[in-house]
C-alpha cells in the first residue's frame, strides 16, 4: 500500500529565508506526486504536481519541488519565504487510477520576523 | 466560477445522532470526493463517487455513507455518530476524478460531537 511520511511537523524559518520542507513516498508504480497547502480554517490548495518528465516542477507563490526516484522523494522548496506562507503543508499521491489521494501527517510552517 | 461550496460549515451534534454533509462540486465537475481531517489521524480519504457511482472507498466503518445526485453534488451521512467522529470534512471535486488531476478543495464542514 502506498504511504507518504512527512518527518518534520513544526518547521520555523526566519522571513527571507529559504525553506525545504521533506516528503519520502512509498509506492510500488510511477507516482503521481502533489504538494498541498492548507491555511487556518480553509480546504487545501495545489501548490504543484509531479507525474512525469522534468524531475523539477514549478509551482505557484514561487514553490518548486524536487522528484527524486532513487531516494523515493519530493521535496519542496522556495528561496526566499514570506510571512504570509505560514501555513500547514501536505505532500500526497495519487494512487489506484483515480484521483484519490494519500497525504503525509503535514508539516505546520512558522515564520518568524 | 464558484469554488467547491460545502453546507453547512460548523455542525454540533451529541453522540447516537446522524448528521448529513452536502457539497456542490465546481460547475462540469463529475468526481466528488470526501475527506475526513483530524489532529490526530490527519487526512484520510473517506470515498468518491463518479457520475453518481461510488468507485473507491476508503477504510471506514459502513456508519459513513454517502451519495451523488444527477447534478454532480454530493451528500455525506454518518450515522450513531461516536466521539471520535469530530473532525473536519472536506470535500473535494475534479472533473474526471483521474490520477493526474487536480482536485480543488472545499472549505469543509467542522463537525463536533458531544
Same mark, same amino acid.
Given at each position: 500500500?502506498?504511504?507518504?511520511?512527512?518527518?518534520d511537523?513544526?518547521?520555523?524559518?526566519?522571513e527571507?529565508?529559504?525553506?525545504?520542507l521533506?516528503?519520502?513516498?512509498?509506492?510500488?508504480?510511477?507516482?503521481?506526486?502533489?504538494?498541498?497547502?492548507?491555511?487556518?480554517?480553509?480546504?487545501?490548495?495545489?501548490l504543484?504536481?509531479?507525474?512525469?518528465?522534468d524531475?523539477?516542477?514549478?509551482?505557484?507563490?514561487?514553490?518548486?519541488?524536487?522528484?527524486?526516484?532513487?531516494?523515493?522523494?519530493f521535496?519542496?522548496?522556495?528561496?526566499?519565504?514570506?510571512?504570509?506562507?505560514?501555513?500547514e503543508?501536505?505532500?500526497?499521491?495519487?494512487s489506484s487510477?483515480?484521483?484519490?489521494?494519500?497525504?503525509?501527517?503535514?508539516?505546520?510552517?512558522?515564520?518568524?520576523? | 466560477?464558484?469554488?467547491?461550496?460545502?453546507t453547512?460549515?460548523?455542525?454540533?451534534?451529541?453522540?447516537?445522532?446522524?448528521?448529513?454533509?452536502?457539497?456542490s462540486?465546481?460547475?462540469g465537475h463529475?468526481?466528488?470526493?470526501?475527506?475526513?481531517q483530524?489532529?490526530?489521524?490527519g487526512?484520510?480519504? @473517506?470515498?468518491?463517487?463518479? =457520475?453518481?457511482t461510488?468507485?473507491?472507498?476508503?477504510?471506514?466503518?459502513?456508519?459513513? *455513507? $454517502?451519495? +451523488?445526485?444527477?447534478?454532480?453534488?454530493s451528500?455525506?451521512?454518518?450515522?450513531?455518530?461516536?466521539?471520535?467522529?469530530?473532525? @473536519?470534512?472536506?470535500?473535494? =471535486?475534479?472533473p474526471?476524478?483521474?490520477?493526474?488531476?487536480?482536485l480543488?478543495?472545499? *472549505? $469543509?464542514? +467542522?463537525?463536533?460531537v458531544?
Amino acid at each position: 500500500a502506498q504511504s507518504v511520511t512527512q518527518p518534520d511537523i513544526h518547521i520555523t524559518v526566519s522571513e527571507g529565508a529559504s525553506l525545504e520542507l521533506r516528503c519520502n513516498y512509498s509506492y510500488g508504480a510511477t507516482p503521481y506526486l502533489f504538494w498541498y497547502v492548507q491555511s487556518p480554517g480553509q480546504g487545501l490548495q495545489l501548490l504543484l504536481k509531479y507525474f512525469s518528465g522534468d524531475t523539477l516542477v514549478q509551482g505557484i507563490k514561487g514553490f518548486e519541488a524536487e522528484f527524486k526516484r532513487s531516494q523515493s522523494s519530493f521535496n519542496l522548496r522556495k528561496p526566499s519565504v514570506h510571512w504570509s506562507d505560514a501555513a500547514e503543508y501536505f505532500c500526497a499521491v495519487a494512487s489506484s487510477g483515480y484521483s484519490t489521494l494519500t497525504f503525509g501527517k503535514g508539516t505546520m510552517l512558522l515564520v518568524s520576523p | 466560477k464558484a469554488g467547491v461550496t460545502q453546507t453547512p460549515r460548523y455542525l454540533i451534534k451529541t453522540r447516537g445522532q446522524q448528521v448529513t454533509l452536502s457539497c456542490s462540486p465546481i460547475s462540469g465537475h463529475r468526481s466528488v470526493s470526501w475527506y475526513q481531517q483530524t489532529p490526530g489521524q490527519g487526512l484520510q480519504f @473517506l470515498f468518491e463517487y463518479f =457520475s453518481e457511482t461510488q468507485r473507491n472507498k476508503g477504510n471506514f466503518p459502513g456508519r459513513f *455513507s $454517502g451519495r +451523488q445526485f444527477s447534478n454532480s453534488r454530493s451528500e455525506m451521512n454518518v450515522s450513531t455518530l461516536e466521539l471520535g467522529d469530530s473532525a @473536519l470534512y472536506l470535500c473535494a =471535486s475534479s472533473p474526471g476524478g483521474g490520477q493526474s488531476e487536480k482536485l480543488f478543495f472545499g *472549505s $469543509g464542514t +467542522q463537525l463536533s460531537v458531544l
